[in-house]
């Protein structure tokens, strides 16, 4: 299963806060294109047979998922309203880390012991805040995030939506089957939001566009 999931796709407008910078034009990628239709098409039919009831589907589309070979999803309770992983946040260490800081969450949940400095230039630049994308030959197949941590994870993420930021949008429903599998996978989800002074992610946020990186 995939997610980097933005709750509102980022785009180019300039603004103090953006945390989540686009980087170059995007690229489409008929492979990642499929890889992540695949992927959906697999958290639609899990979320569908756990609502169902049909826990037994549920249970076999799990365990035909090669990259859920770490067991971490044998010890939930597959008729469950709600599953909770044990991930802890990691307070972001500069002001423009907060996708780094994401990234240590998701991975010390995963076993890895990695300083968000280690993160930052593994994924992009310590000098410069989580891109969400970029084509400036200093990626991974343009959305570094989800490259990085399915390689480190053994785990399939990708960006969903796929597309050229700020034209892609989505809704709750689209949104609610990857995310179920994910944690009913064991593994936790990466959100990029943008945050405005009418549509605020936290009250506390500034009377500002704010792009935001959080981890659950």
């Given at each position: 299963?995939?997610?980097?999931?933005?709750?509102?796709?980022?785009?180019?407008?300039?603004?103090?806060?953006?945390?989540?910078?686009?980087?170059?034009?995007?690229?489409?990628?008929?492979?990642?294109?499929?890889?992540?239709?695949?992927?959906s098409k697999q958290a639609e039919e899990y979320y569908e047979a756990k609502k169902n009831g049909n826990y037994s589907l549920a249970r076999q589309i799990l365990a035909d998922?090669?990259?859920?070979?770490?067991?971490?999803?044998?010890?939930?309770?597959?008729?469950?309203?709600?599953?909770?992983?044990?991930?802890?946040?990691?307070?972001?260490?500069?002001?423009?880390?907060?996708?780094?800081?994401?990234?240590?969450?998701?991975?010390?949940?995963?076993?890895?012991?990695?300083?968000?400095?280690?993160?930052?230039?593994?994924?992009?630049?310590?000098?410069?805040?989580?891109?969400?994308?970029?084509?400036?030959?200093?990626?991974?197949?343009?959305?570094?995030?989800?490259?990085?941590?399915?390689?480190?994870?053994?785990?399939?993420?990708?960006?969903?939506?796929?597309?050229?930021?700020?034209?892609?949008?989505?809704?709750?429903?689209?949104?609610?089957?990857?995310?179920?599998?994910?944690?009913?996978?064991?593994?936790?989800?990466?959100?990029?939001?943008?945050?405005?002074?009418?549509?605020?992610?936290?009250?506390?946020?500034?009377?500002?566009?704010?792009?935001?990186?959080?981890c659950n």
């Amino acid at each position: 299963m995939m997610v980097c999931v933005p709750a509102f796709a980022a785009d180019n407008s300039k603004d103090n806060y953006d945390y989540a910078p686009v980087i170059g034009q995007f690229k489409f990628n008929p492979k990642t294109a499929a890889m992540i239709q695949k992927k959906s098409k697999q958290a639609e039919e899990y979320y569908e047979a756990k609502k169902n009831g049909n826990y037994s589907l549920a249970r076999q589309i799990l365990a035909d998922n090669q990259s859920t070979k770490n067991d971490k999803f044998q010890s939930f309770s597959l008729n469950a309203t709600s599953n909770r992983l044990s991930i802890y946040q990691c307070p972001q260490e500069k002001n423009i880390w907060c996708g780094y800081a994401a990234i240590q969450s998701l991975l010390n949940y995963e076993g890895y012991n990695l300083s968000q400095k280690t993160i930052a230039n593994e994924v992009y630049s310590a000098d410069s805040s989580c891109p969400w994308y970029l084509s400036n030959g200093n990626s991974y197949d343009q959305f570094p995030v989800p490259n990085y941590l399915s390689e480190k994870t053994n785990f399939t993420y990708g960006p969903f939506p796929y597309g050229a930021a700020g034209s892609v949008s989505t809704t709750v429903s689209e949104i609610k089957s990857k995310v179920v599998s994910t944690i009913d996978y064991g593994h936790g989800v990466l959100a990029c939001g943008t945050s405005t002074p009418t549509n605020k992610l936290n009250p506390a946020y500034p009377d500002a566009k704010i792009t935001h990186w959080g981890c659950n």
